[in-house]
């Protein structure tokens, strides 16, 4: 259903974006990846290709808007349509708001909303070129933490987030392009790289491993896995939201999936790991 469809997907460089490029690259669709990591995005490249799929990338830093809409541009004329834009790309900086720097809310807002609204825009622009008007798909990740907006201002934007998704389904209705938001709950990924370092180092010690961290740098994957792996009943995997785009992206033309929110079971809302 899925093969030779052509997406892009931002945040691809690690954790659910990575999983998404791939389970989509499985299916078929040819991927457009983008992050900021060059080298991840060459290995995921390679991996893709080596399986037989079909992968692009392109690293640049997603608050220089106009290279998206460049690279968004890129996908359709190379492959003579986009269908699916997947705006994953996010981060959370930890801390309270009394406390936080001006350039950390920046950088959120920079990320979580504009990034995701001039992905959002250049993709319908795209779409609507695709011959004989064929459907188009844009899948928003929000977070579990957009249902508690007071939470934090990461919260914010999440909530911000999932306000843009219904805005575009009304803007949209009268033409083929969906819009879907997934909210994920904790996810084992590099999420946790904006933490003080000391609380990586703490966490790490704590599940046998001794770790040099600094804050922003992507998480050691073996931490990862160790995470997963004492802690499989509060974090998901990267593949179990991707999973759940592929299941938003396989639905027929006469079912919308407008919202899903996938959590570990010990993860709730008003609960810590509520992400
Ligand atoms: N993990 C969770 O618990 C969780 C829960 C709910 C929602 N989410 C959401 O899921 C999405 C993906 O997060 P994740 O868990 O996969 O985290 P992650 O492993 O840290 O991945 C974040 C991705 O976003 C990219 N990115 C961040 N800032 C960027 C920038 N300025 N320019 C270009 N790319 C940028 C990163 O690229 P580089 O690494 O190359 O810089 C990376 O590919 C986010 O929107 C997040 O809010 C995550």
């Excluded at 997907?9 to 490029?21: L, V, W, Y």
């Amino acid at each position: 259903m899925l093969n030779h469809k052509t997406a892009v997907i931002t945040g691809a460089s690690s954790g659910i974006g990575r999983a998404i490029a791939s389970q989509l690259a499985a299916e078929g669709v040819h991927v457009f990846i983008t992050g900021r990591s060059q080298e991840q995005l060459e290995d995921l490249k390679s991996q893709i290709e080596q399986s037989g799929g079909q992968a692009t990338y392109s690293a640049f830093d997603l608050r220089d808007t106009g290279k998206l809409q460049g690279f968004i541009h890129q996908a359709r004329e190379q492959t003579g349509h986009l269908d699916i834009m997947v705006n994953n790309a996010g981060l959370h900086i930890h801390g309270n708001i009394v406390d936080t720097k001006v350039d950390d809310w920046r950088e959120m807002i920079d990320v979580n909303i504009v990034a995701l609204l001039a992905g959002s825009q250049a993709a319908v622009h795209e779409m609507r070129l695709n011959e004989g008007s064929g459907p188009g798909h844009i899948i928003n990740i929000s977070s579990g933490n957009a249902y508690e907006p007071g939470r934090d201002f990461y919260s914010a934007t999440k909530h911000m987030v999932n306000a843009i998704g219904q805005a575009l389904t009304h803007e949209l209705a009268k033409e083929p392009i969906q819009v879907t938001t997934i909210l994920p709950g904790a996810v084992a990924t590099n999420f946790g790289r904006n933490l003080e370092p000391e609380t990586v180092v703490e966490l790490a010690r704590k599940l046998g491993m001794e770790v040099e961290f600094n804050q922003g740098d992507h998480l050691p994957e073996e931490l990862i896995a160790r995470i997963r792996g004492a802690m499989g009943q509060t974090f998901l995997s990267g593949d179990d939201i991707a999973r759940a785009v592929v299941y938003a992206l396989q639905q027929p033309q006469n079912v919308v999936v407008r919202e899903l929110y996938l959590t570990a079971p010990n993860v709730y809302l008003g609960n810590d790991f509520s992400m």
